[in-house]
């Protein structure tokens, strides 16, 4: 049985930080890629990065770059996202996936190809 579950989602200030941990479980192989979309409040799901299986390279959305890290232990089956400098605007529902059978962060932008967990809050208000 395919599990994901995120956790480590909150309220947070302007300008604060946050980590998210996502853990999966029953997947075929460990070094599967695995993405962090989000989803705002009335909008689509969104992109924010991926991480290969083997976590040598990853993908980040522009408005996240050098403010988001993406990184995975595959000892403990998880993968985290840091996010550092938050904004208003990186408010929502933060879903963690692992790509079913795929190592590569290619065409990641589509959420099809990903098994996703249940979401994590993130509010970002002061």
């Known amino acids: 049985q395919l599990q994901v579950v995120e956790s480590g989602g909150g309220l947070v200030q302007p300008g604060g930080s946050l980590r998210l941990s996502c853990e999966y479980s029953?997947?075929?192989?460990?070094?599967?890629?695995s993405a962090w979309f989000r989803q705002a409040p009335g909008k689509e799901r969104e992109p924010v990065s991926c991480?290969?299986?083997?976590?040598?390279?990853?993908n980040l959305a522009d408005s996240v770059k050098g403010r988001f890290t993406i990184s995975r232990d595959h000892n403990k089956k998880a993968v985290y996202l840091q996010m550092e400098h938050l904004k208003p605007e990186d408010t929502g529902v933060y879903y963690c996936g692992v790509r079913v059978g795929v190592y590569h962060c290619r065409e990641y932008d589509d959420p099809s190809s990903f098994s996703w967990g249940q979401g994590t809050q993130v509010t970002v208000s002061s």
């Open positions: 029953g997947f075929t192989s460990d070094y599967l890629a």
């Open positions: 991480i290969t299986g083997s976590g040598s390279k990853t």
